[in-house]
C-alpha cells in the first residue's frame, strides 16, 4: 500500500469515526429518553468534538506530503496577499490565480479565506489521495479544492476554469467531481436528522418565535434544472437554516407528496423511530401535541406529524392565527432554499448527466452546513422575496391519503391552533 493510498484508508477510518461517536454517546440513539442521561453533550458540544476528530486528518496529510505539490502556471510561485497587511500561505496560489482582495474570495467560493484553509486541511488527504489514470495531476490540495468550489460557487463551465487556473478542460472536470464525490461520500453526516435531545433544542427554538410547541422542523420540496428537465429535492430545515434532512434524485414532475412518501424519512416516521418523543401536553389544550414537521404549503397532506395551513381561515380566527404563526418558520425553508440556488452551478441549468447533478446538490448541501458550523455566513442569502416556494407549475396536488390519518392530523392542528391563540 502505497502512501497516498495509505492517507486515504486512516481519512476514511477518522470519518467513521465520528459517526461511530455519534452511535456511542448516551444522547446519539432516536429513542433515547431525555431524562437517563443528564450530563449527555448537546448538539455544539458532539460538533466541536467531531471537529477535533477530523482535524486530526492532518496527520493522515503528512503522510502525503514527502513532495509538495505545485501547479505548473508560473504565476503561482509569487504568491499575493489577501490584503496589504496579512498573507494565508497556503491560499497564495489560488489567490494568485483569481482575486486579490476578500471581497472577491468570497464571491468566487462563497465562504471567507479562514473557512477555505479549514475545509483545505480537512479534505486535504482524501483531496491528493487519487488521480486520474496516467501522470499525477501535481497539485495541490488547495488548488483541487480551490477548482471543485469555483465550480460549485460560479457555475462557470469547464473551459472557463481550466483558463483561470490554468490547467486542462479534463483536469478541471475531473478535480470538480472529485469534490463532490469527497464531500458526498465521506462528510454526508454534515447534513443528518437530529436525535432526540438535538431536537429538544430544534423545537424550543421554534416555540420561542412563534408560540408553536414541538415544532421539529420545516419540510419542503424544491426543483433544480438539469438540461431538458428537472431534479427534486426534498429538504428538511431548522429555524437557523441548518438543513437536517436532504433527498435528491426524484425527477422534477413528482409531486411533493409522492416524493414525500418515497423516502426513508416518511417510512422511519410513521413506523415510529423519528419523532417519537411522547407528546406534550400543554396547558389549555384537550389533545397532546406530538413532535411535528411543518410543510411549507398544501401540497402537503394533513398529519399527526405534518402540518400544514388552513385553507381559507376565517378572519381573526385560531385558524387565521395559526397560519400565520406557520409563515414564521417557513422564513428558514425559504431562506436555505434561495441560499442553495444562490451557488452558481445550482442557479442555472446543469449541463451535466442527472447523477452527476444529484451529486453537485448534495455537496452543495453539505457546504451549507458546514459553513454554518464554522458561522460563516458568506453563502447564506437573505433575497428571499423573489422566490416562489411552488417551482412554475411543476408540483401537483395528491390526496392519496388515508381519511382516519387526516383526523388525527385535524385533531393536532386543531389543538396547535388553540395553542398559538393562547400564546398571542
Known amino acids: 500500500m502505497d502512501s497516498r493510498q495509505l492517507a486515504a484508508l486512516l481519512s476514511s477510518l477518522i470519518s467513521q469515526l465520528t459517526l461511530l461517536i455519534l452511535l456511542l454517546y448516551p444522547s446519539s440513539p432516536i429513542s433515547s429518553n431525555s431524562d437517563s442521561h443528564p450530563h449527555s453533550p448537546d448538539f455544539h458540544t458532539l460538533f466541536s468534538l467531531l471537529h477535533h476528530f477530523l ?28 490584503s496589504g497587511h496579512s498573507k494565508l500561505g497556503r491560499l497564495a496560489r489560488v489567490n494568485s490565480a483569481l482575486v486579490k482582495d476578500p471581497g472577491s474570495f468570497r464571491a468566487f467560493f462563497k ?87 438535538e431536537l429538544d433544542s430544534v423545537s424550543q427554538k421554534f416555540e420561542n418565535i412563534t408560540g408553536l410547541p414541538n415544532c421539529c422542523g420545516v419540510i419542503s420540496c424544491t426543483r433544480f434544472k438539469v438540461k431538458e428537465e428537472s431534479i427534486a429535492a426534498q429538504i428538511v430545515v431548522d429555524s437557523s437554516c441548518r438543513i437536517l434532512s436532504i433527498v435528491v434524485g426524484f425527477h422534477g414532475d413528482k409531486s411533493n407528496t409522492r416524493v414525500l412518501r418515497s423516502t426513508s424519512l416518511f417510512k422511519d416516521i410513521q413506523g415510529g423511530k423519528l419523532l417519537n418523543s411522547n407528546p406534550n401536553q400543554i396547558g389549555g389544550v384537550n389533545n397532546p401535541i406530538p413532535q411535528y414537521l411543518v410543510g411549507t404549503n398544501n401540497e402537503y397532506p394533513l398529519l399527526p406529524w405534518l402540518m400544514i395551513p388552513y385553507n381559507d381561515p376565517i378572519p381573526g380566527s385560531n385558524e387565521e392565527r395559526f397560519n400565520a404563526a406557520l409563515e414564521v418558520p417557513r422564513i428558514s425553508m425559504f431562506k436555505t432554499v434561495a441560499s442553495l440556488k444562490n451557488w452558481g452551478i445550482l442557479s442555472k441549468p446543469i449541463q451535466e448527466e442527472f447523477r452527476n447533478a444529484v451529486a453537485y446538490v448534495g455537496a452543495c448541501a453539505i457546504l451549507h452546513n458546514a459553513l454554518l458550523l464554522r458561522e460563516d455566513y458568506s453563502g447564506l442569502c437573505d433575497q428571499i422575496e423573489d422566490y416562489e416556494l411552488i417551482d412554475h407549475g411543476l408540483i401537483h396536488r395528491d390526496c392519496s391519503i388515508m381519511e382516519d390519518i387526516n383526523i388525527h392530523g385535524c385533531v393536532v392542528r386543531s389543538a396547535l391552533a388553540t395553542k398559538v391563540n393562547n400564546f398571542q
Open 55 to 82: 482535524s486530526s486528518s492532518d496527520v493522515a496529510a503528512t503522510i502525503c506530503r514527502k513532495r509538495r505539490r505545485t501547479h505548473v502556471s508560473d504565476h503561482d510561485s509569487d504568491p499575493e496577499s489577501l
Open 111 to 197: 465562504m471567507t479565506p479562514s473557512t477555505f484553509e479549514w475545509l483545505s486541511g480537512l479534505l486535504e488527504p482524501l483531496l491528493e489521495c487519487r488521480d486520474p489514470v496516467g501522470p499525477p495531476l501535481n497539485l495541490s490540495a488547495e488548488l483541487r479544492l480551490g477548482i471543485g468550489l469555483y465550480r460549485l460557487s460560479t457555475g462557470s463551465d469547464y473551459s472557463e476554469i481550466a483558463h483561470r487556473f490554468g490547467v486542462t478542460d479534463r483536469v478541471a472536470k475531473f478535480c470538480s467531481k472529485q469534490l463532490c464525490r469527497v464531500l458526498c461520500t465521506n462528510f454526508r453526516f454534515w447534513v443528518g436528522f437530529p436525535n432526540s435531545l
